[in-house]
C-alpha cells in the first residue's frame, strides 16, 4: 500500500460516521470567503473574525457526528433560500438564451414570458391569466 493510499484509507476511517459537506456548509464557505475579500478591502477586523467564525462552524458542522442536526440544518437552509436559488438558476438560463429568445413579462400578471427571436410583431395571449397583448421580437 502506497503512502497517498494508507493516507486516503486513514481519512475516510476517520471521517466515518461523521457529516460531511453539503449544501449549506458550501454556502457557509463562500459567505466566509466573501466576508475575508471584504476585509481585505476594507481592513476592518470585526469582519476577519465573522469570516473565522464562519470558518470554525463549516468545520465543526462538517466532522459533527450529529447527522439527524445537521441534515434539518440543510433542509432548513435550502427550504429558507428555494425563491433566491430559484430566481438565479432561472436568471442565468435567460442570460445563456438571451441571443435565441426575448424575455418580457406579462403586463398583468407579471409572469415570464418569452418569444423567439426576429419572429416579428405577435400577438400573445398570457397561458396564466389569458391577458392578450402585442410584442415585437
Ligand atoms: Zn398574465
Known sequence: MSFWE????????????????DAFGRALMYASLALLVVFFLTGISLIW???LAGYVW????MFS????????????YLEKTQKVRTELRQARVRFQNRKQYKYFKCPHCRVRLRLTRGCGEKTITC?????TFNMKA
Open 6 to 21: 494508507k493516507f486516503k484509507s486513514a481519512v475516510s476511517g476517520w471521517m466515518y460516521g461523521r457529516y460531511g459537506v
Open 49 to 51: 473574525y465573522l469570516s
Open 58 to 61: 463549516t468545520m465543526v458542522r
Open 65 to 76: 457526528r450529529n447527522v439527524e442536526k445537521r441534515a434539518h440544518e440543510n433542509a432548513v
Open 127 to 131: 397561458r396564466k391569466c389569458g391577458h
